[in-house]
């Protein structure tokens, strides 16, 4: 089927000032763009012709960096611990209180999980430990996750379950807070000490409503905009878990699958359609997350957290050393891959250069690696990129949520300032990308375009407004930018003849409307492969 779309504002993403009035598609392949004119003079008898009313069209926005299943997880499927302002808890009886209801409205053996619990938004200003979260139930496991991912507590059964009551079980690159006896309290840092939990968290129950919460959730990423999404990390046989919603038709948009790395590089995906299921590059792990202190500085962190106290030196820490993490390099450049790894702090990110800038198969490398997060990157780690193949993807959402707690207590106002510095990527012309990280925060590539735009807090200051960038710029990172980072730019990410016929329609343009009005903005019509796969 022909469709040609007039008497719009199509804005291409290819040139700045590039905008044109109507678009002719044919299948899922873009034809033509011109004036209203010049491509209605193409269309045929069987030619359908949409008319646009004024409004916008935008390629499809793609999901440069998010854990799509886990966010299928804990919107759907865990039970919402979230704090004041983005929830209702305020104090530790409120979370004690939803969890028992929570337990009475959800009866059974398998585990109950709450998600996007932050201790410094709470009067107490510390995890649940054990002794918490007994109070709900002794009988069933309990976790609640931190919303960084990188954090949780769990109960005494909980911790039975999963096997790490032994003192001698002591995880590389985690933490286990443990009391004066050597017991575990409940509170657990990173991957290495959080992983047996998640192995034991998945029940028949739960895979039984995978499917459904898939669905729920591509219409959630669809309603933002978001043609691609993305598999941060895990591994290729979690594409799997998508067939059973890809059968029944709620598995439209494509996916992007980043598997971790294990003891071997991971193989690619044999799918017969690569721009479906997208092979992404390999998932590397380096340190934590600012805001939970876990993220490797090279200075220390301003104030230290007052329940998890560390010395006054204490800078965070990283998960392996250069050695290792060269090594890694290493392997992954031999088997003729890409890798994104995360990197948070400053200190970290010195690791990572260190070790990539000294691999033995440097010349080797392939292009277009990423740098996720890249929070606190400085200056002269920028100016060493483009020689690395390294490219960051930022999290300017991390402004306004964390921007105020970041200044006072966290890294201080000096670095602070600079926390996602999308203006000094570029000025040196670094393609970088923008991302949610769903579920750390919820899907909306608009806020996180007007967060780069405007840099505002969640008190309305402006954090480091010399690293604010221009709207196209903001939409750049994305669309093609986002594309190109990932190898797709010759099929997504823009609006030209030959591409992919996956884009979006707006009711306000958001190169001319106010910048505060950017996450107002509403989608009203999704086309993936040009077909329509959801509207207002």
Excluded at 128 to 151: A, F, N, Y
Excluded at 381 to 406: A, I, M, N
Aim: net charge negative; aromatic share 8%; glycine share 8%.
């Amino acid at each position: 089927m022909d469709y040609v779309y007039y008497n719009g504002n199509i804005i291409t993403m290819e040139k700045q000032d590039e905008q044109f009035s109507a678009m002719l598609v044919c299948g899922d392949r873009i034809v033509l763009l011109g004036t209203d004119e010049e491509v209605l003079r193409r269309k045929t008898a069987s030619t359908e012709c949409v008319d646009l009313q004024g409004k916008t069209i935008l390629p499809g926005f793609i999901d440069a960096h998010g854990h799509f299943l886990i966010n299928a997880l804990t919107s759907h499927m865990f039970v919402d611990v979230s704090c004041a302002p983005a929830g209702n808890i305020r104090c530790m009886d409120d979370l004690i209180q939803i969890l028992k209801k929570a337990d009475e409205e959800q009866p059974g053996k398998h585990m109950l999980i709450g998600f996007g619990f932050d201790d410094t938004l709470i009067e107490e200003y510390r995890m649940p430990e054990t002794k918490d979260l007994d109070q709900v139930s002794t009988e069933r496991g309990i976790i609640i996750l931190h919303p960084s991912l990188h954090m949780m507590s769990a109960n005494t059964k909980a911790i039975e379950l999963a096997g790490v009551a032994s003192p001698d079980f002591h995880p590389e690159g985690a933490t286990i807070y443990r009391d004066a006896e050597g017991k575990p309290t409940g509170v657990f840092e990173e991957m290495g000490a959080m992983g047996p939990f998640l192995k034991k968290a998945a029940s028949a129950k739960m895979i039984s409503q995978l499917p459904a919460a898939i669905g729920k959730t591509c219409q959630q990423y669809m309603e933002k905009g978001v043609t691609t999404v993305c598999e941060g990390a895990g591994g290729n046989a979690m594409a799997t878990l998508t067939n059973a919603a890809e059968k029944v038709g709620k598995f439209p948009v494509r996916y992007i699958v980043c598997p971790s790395m294990g003891k071997k590089v991971p193989k690619k995906m044999n799918r017969k359609d690569p721009l479906k299921y997208i092979d992404g590059p390999v998932k590397l792990i380096q340190d934590g997350s600012i805001q939970i202190y876990t993220a490797g500085l090279s200075e220390p962190y301003t104030v230290q957290h007052a329940g998890r106290a560390k010395s006054d030196d204490y800078k965070g820490f990283q998960i392996r050393d250069m050695a290792s993490l060269r090594k890694l390099f290493e392997e992954i450049i031999v088997a003729g891959r890409t890798f994104a790894i995360h990197g948070n702090g400053d200190g970290t990110i010195d690791t990572i250069i260190e070790a990539l800038s000294g691999c033995r198969n440097l010349s080797e490398i392939q292009p277009r690696n990423l740098l996720i997060h890249s929070q606190m990157i400085r200056e002269d780690q920028l100016d060493k990129l483009h020689e690395l193949h390294l490219y960051p993807s930022f999290f300017p959402s991390h402004v306004y949520v964390w921007g105020d707690r970041h200044k006072s207590s966290f890294i201080g106002e000096e670095r602070a300032n600079r926390i996602n510095p999308c203006g000094s990527a570029l000025k040196r012309s670094i393609p970088f990308s923008l991302h949610n990280d769903p579920p750390v925060t919820k899907v909306n590539p608009l806020s996180s375009v007007w967060s780069a735009v405007t840099r505002q807090t969640s008190s309305g200051e402006i954090l480091g407004a010399e690293q604010c960038i221009p709207v196209y710029d903001a939409l750049k990172a994305v669309t093609i930018d986002a594309a190109w980072q990932y190898g797709l730019d010759d099929m997504l990410g823009s609006l030209a003849p030959g591409k992919k016929a996956d884009f979006i329609l707006l009711d306000s343009n958001p190169l001319t409307c106010e910048a505060d009005k950017l996450p107002q903005i509403q989608v009203e019509k999704v086309w993936i492969d040009g077909k329509t796969v959801w509207n207002v």
